[in-house]
């Protein structure tokens, strides 16, 4: 394959850049009556307007000539059919098989590992139900109530996400809560106002060694053999889910309680594996299966439908427009729904710990850009604090906005509210106001110049008719593939975290020089040194 910068559509899509960039979307559009509906796609119940871009028929052209030559899609075949595509980790990448039909077949290393995916969604349903019926209670006989998830990263976000969006269809009688952190305060909090007797902790750790979770699940331990007074306690309140079950058992879980996963999913692609049990206890298991067929629906649309009208593979491409040829730094995702509060930080780990790398596939230094910075917040909050820089700011930041066509709550007038921002929003940014409209509308000569909006903001529309299980799970699948076409195109293994890695063994040689009683002398550099010397000094 002929490096990224020097392959034909690469070189094309440069010189096609320099003719376009100043191109006004005022004018696209005036020029192109057509254009909504050209540049607009469907599927899996999401409806992709992206004819607010800064680009043109030729710009679309060239970019599907760029997967062409990247050979995305024989790199999706190669990650549907189960190739050890996670090539540094030697793993196969297989988040689809989560959400495969029973009776489909895909293999890894000979075996087709989509009847254990069923075991598992079936235990996990059969114990779902039993909690949730109270036929499972606790050490005292207590129906339990409260549960609260343990985990980090790709064992949290995922979780954390579904249950605040999906919570209209969780049962409002029990209480979920999330420990991550490994400040002490995340579990105070979380586990404050809790009867120990109707809770259930969930241990989520695809590896159960990292040092928050497992710090954490030993606090709970404790706090919940110092409220019940018996050790046999535990049995009944901790379930865990893991690809390490050894390390389960040594922790002392009962293995009726203990659901398993593999290593070919990636932490930051199981929301939709055992990880989910969570999700699963909130909503029970045929919403959690419904949520499932809306990540399969996605999976076929990605498979099946042409380049030119597959979601993924368009808004895939459109991060690569304005990250490679724009030198936009960041990509803003805007939901406007109070329930996807929690998606720009899920999609912030989704996107950035798989495709924040600086090395190629075949370990060279990568000249270009790769993935960039995601951020965002709920659609109007975001509109009273920092939209005023995207409306008139000196950077580039292409968004995201996301919207739905029914409510979710009874106040239907305000959602009318909240979608007619959306839609005035992306059309601000997109033309903006002229000094002409201005004047016309009586604004004063004085203001003027600060009221002028250059608009030519870029957005991507992504709407669908409801927020629900099948819909979150077609949007998830959605971002998981067009992280994977940017991957493909910048050759790059979206499916390590080796930065990640890192952090976990680094602090491991600071902890010991922290403990109360010894302090050993400290031969880190001199900045970490003084840090330590004061945090010591200032503890108390
Ligand atoms: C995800 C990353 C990372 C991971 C956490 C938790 O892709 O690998 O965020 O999910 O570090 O790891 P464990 O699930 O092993 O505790």
Redesign the pocket.
């Known amino acids: 394959m002929t490096a990224l910068t020097a392959s034909p559509a690469w070189q094309a899509l440069t010189a096609h850049h320099a003719q376009i960039k100043d191109a006004h979307l005022r004018e696209l559009f005036a020029d192109d009556p057509g254009r909504a509906e050209r540049f607009s796609a469907e599927g899996a119940g999401l409806f992709l307007d992206y004819s607010k871009n800064r680009i043109t028929g030729e710009t679309l052209r060239l970019l599907l000539q760029l997967a062409e030559e990247r050979g995305v899609t024989k790199r999706r075949d190669a990650m549907y059919a189960g190739d050890k595509i996670n090539t540094t980790e030697r793993r196969a990448v297989l988040h689809v098989a989560l959400r495969a039909p029973r009776g489909s077949v895909i293999k890894v290393d000979g075996a087709d590992v989509v009847p254990d995916v069923h075991k598992v969604l079936d235990a996990m349903a059969d114990f779902a139900t039993r909690l949730r019926s109270g036929a499972f209670t606790g050490h005292t006989g207590k129906r339990i109530r409260n549960v609260v998830n343990i985990?980090?990263?790709?064992?949290y976000l995922g979780p954390e996400m579904a249950y605040r969006a999906l919570r209209p269809f969780s049962d409002r009688s029990m209480t979920f809560r999330f420990v991550a952190n490994v400040d002490g305060a995340d579990f105070h909090e979380a586990t404050l106002g809790l009867d120990a007797a109707e809770t259930l902790f969930i241990v989520?750790?695809?590896?159960?060694?990292?040092l928050e979770?497992m710090t954490n699940a030993a606090t709970a331990r404790a706090w919940l053999v110092g409220k019940l007074g018996s050790d046999a306690a535990v049995a009944k309140h901790f379930a865990a889910v893991s690809t390490n079950i050894p390390g389960v058992t040594e922790f002392g879980i009962d293995p009726a309680n203990t659901f398993g996963f593999w290593d070919w999913v990636?932490?930051?692609y199981s929301m939709d594996s055992a990880i989910g049990l969570s999700t699963m206890l909130a909503i029970g298991p045929d919403n959690y299966r419904a949520m499932l067929a809306g990540f399969h629906a996605m999976d076929e649309h990605f498979h099946t439908a042409p380049a030119a009208a597959n979601l993924p593979m368009l808004l895939g491409l459109l991060t690569v427009w304005y990250n490679n040829f724009f030198g936009a730094q960041t990509l803003g995702v805007m939901p406007y729904s109070a329930h996807l509060a929690r998606l720009p930080a899920y999609l912030q780990?989704l996107q950035m710990?798989s495709n924040g790398k600086h090395v190629d596939l075949d370990g060279q230094v990568v000249n270009y850009q790769t993935g960039p910075i995601i951020w965002g917040e709920p659609g109007t909050d975001g509109q009273h604090s920092f939209y005023q820089l995207l409306h008139q700011g000196t950077k580039l930041v292409p968004c995201d906005m996301i919207g739905f066509c029914k409510p979710l709550s009874p106040l239907i007038e305000q959602h009318d509210l909240l979608m007619a921002n959306l839609f005035a929003q992306a059309e601000a940014l997109a033309f903006g106001k002229t000094e002409q409209e201005l004047k016309a509308e009586g604004s004063p000569d004085f203001q003027r110049p600060f009221r002028v909006m250059q608009g030519n903001r870029p957005t991507n529309m992504i709407l669908a008719e409801k927020l629900d299980p099948v819909t979150l799970g077609a949007l998830v699948a959605l971002y998981e593939h067009s992280v994977f076409v940017q991957g493909a195109i910048w050759k790059i293994d979206s499916y390590d975290?080796w930065g990640?890695e890192l952090g976990?063994a680094l602090a491991s040689r600071i902890i010991p020089e922290l403990s109360h009683g010894s302090e050993p002398a400290l031969a880190h550099d001199a900045s970490t040194n003084a840090l330590i010397s004061r945090y010591r000094r200032l503890r108390g």
């Open positions: 985990g980090i990263g790709g064992s989520s750790s695809k590896t159960f060694t990292t979770t990636g932490g930051r780990q710990e975290q990640v976990k």
